[in-house]
């Protein structure tokens, strides 16, 4: 793929999915708002949400 060629956002989301997450949307598209347009609550597989420690 050619550096100056933009990637359709709408095929963003498959790409991130296709690779497992480790191209992410905001990595293909850094100037698309994904954080407004990314479902609430997705976490992509290479990059997990911290959790909260227990304390049992």
């Known amino acids: 793929m050619k550096r100056d060629k933009v990637i359709s956002s709408d095929f963003c989301p498959a790409i991130e999915l296709a690779t497992n997450g480790a191209v992410r949307w905001e990595d293909l598209r850094p100037d698309v ?24």
């Open 33 to 56: 708002r994904w954080d407004v347009l990314r479902p609430s609550g997705a976490i992509t597989p290479t990059h997990p949400e911290p959790q909260e420690a227990s304390h049992a």
